[in-house]
């Protein structure tokens, strides 16, 4: 069972949140997918199949927290960072890979497993079971302590989104209470996901037949800008006029980001990390850019608020 490799089952994107007696609807963490192979050994499982037991070895102690001799659990990695899910800090330990790193991170950064499905129990494959039965036997079996928690389940699907929208988190998981756990995507589980907005430094933007066409977004952790990704997408006229006629005086020669982009055949007009930008957004991607972002609007503030 150990050497056992499994595409972990994922939710299909869903438009709008609905109710239905048939569905369970869970919050949907912004973390790292993390499947948990217990027996003799702990080995942990990414959803992209690679291996991640040494990242976290606070999730370790699971072979205590399991009244069995092997199981295959399923759940997020998420680091609760001021009161919410950091998608930024989680991916922070997720790329570390010197073990003196991963120690320090594993104490300034610490991690919470938050699991809902247990796929394999005692030689017993649960897969075929109905999705309510599985959840039963992880509440069975498994100790909540620590960094280790049971999903909260709960009946009202636009109740729950209005919530999570309110508190800027990622979005929800509906789940049909009779379903089976199949390998990748399936129409038995849907996501529906909110959109949710970031303060960017305007770092440069790229130029094109002497109109600029993108704005270059940025964004400071601790003392560094680093690139977060580009938008055009709700740019207005007097957008792009901002960005011609009165960012004159901030223009630098280098780029004011530790990793800024490199696009053969793009023209960029780098600026000094003074304008600031809000973005709504759908995600973070996993090599920390924002997926399908919009500008919101320019914003006076300080360009220290933009962080990650």
Same mark, same amino acid.
């Given at each position: ?5 499994? +595409? ?7 438009? %709008?949140?609905?109710? =239905?007696?048939?569905?369970?609807? +869970?919050?949907?963490? !912004? ?8 027996? @003799?050994?702990?080995?942990? +499982?990414?959803? #992209? ?17 399991? *009244? ?34 991963? *120690? ?70 509906? *789940?049909? #209470? ?6 990748? *995507? ?11 907005? +970031? ?24 003392? %560094? ?6 938008? =055009? ?10 960005? %011609? !006629? ?33 973005? @709504?957004?759908?995600?973070?991607? @996993? ?6 972002? =919009? ?14």
């Amino acid at each position: 069972m150990l050497d056992m490799w499994i +595409q972990p089952m994922e939710p299909v994107p869903h438009p %709008r949140p609905f109710d =239905s007696e048939d569905y369970i609807f +869970q919050v949907k963490w !912004d973390g790292v997918r993390i499947l948990a192979f217990i027996g @003799e050994r702990i080995r942990l +499982q990414s959803k #992209k199949l690679k291996d991640k037991t040494e990242k976290y070895p606070e999730l370790h102690q699971l072979k205590d927290l399991i *009244k069995a001799r092997e199981a295959i659990l399923d759940g997020e990695v998420v680091v609760i960072h001021k009161g919410k899910p950091s998608f930024p800090e989680v991916i922070r330990r997720d790329f570390s890979s010197d073990m003196g790193k991963i *120690k320090s991170l594993t104490a300034a950064i610490p991690v919470d497993y938050i699991i809902f499905d247990i796929l394999y129990l005692n030689g017993m494959d649960l897969t075929g079971m109905p999705l309510y039965r599985r959840q039963e036997i992880l509440a069975e079996v498994l100790i909540e302590k620590g960094p280790v928690h049971i999903i909260e389940n709960f009946d009202k699907g636009k109740d729950l989104f209005n919530a999570v929208s309110e508190q800027g988190l990622e979005g929800i998981v509906a *789940k049909i #209470k009779d379903s089976p756990y199949l390998f990748g *995507k399936s129409n038995y589980w849907k996501k529906v996901k909110c959109r949710r907005s +970031q303060l960017c430094v305007a770092g440069g933007y790229v130029l094109k037949d002497g109109r600029p066409m993108s704005i270059l977004l940025g964004a400071f952790r601790e003392d %560094r800008l680093l690139y977060i990704g580009r938008v =055009s997408a709700g740019m207005k006229e007097k957008d792009f006029a901002i960005l %011609r !006629d009165f960012t004159t005086d901030l223009i630098i020669p280098e780029p004011p980001f530790l990793n800024p982009p490199h696009i053969k055949g793009e023209t960029y007009v780098w600026l000094k990390p003074l304008l600031t930008v809000k973005v @709504e957004y759908a995600e973070w991607t @996993e090599d920390m850019k924002l997926r399908a972002p =919009s500008l919101k609007g320019f914003c006076c503030i300080d360009p220290r608020q933009c962080s990650i």
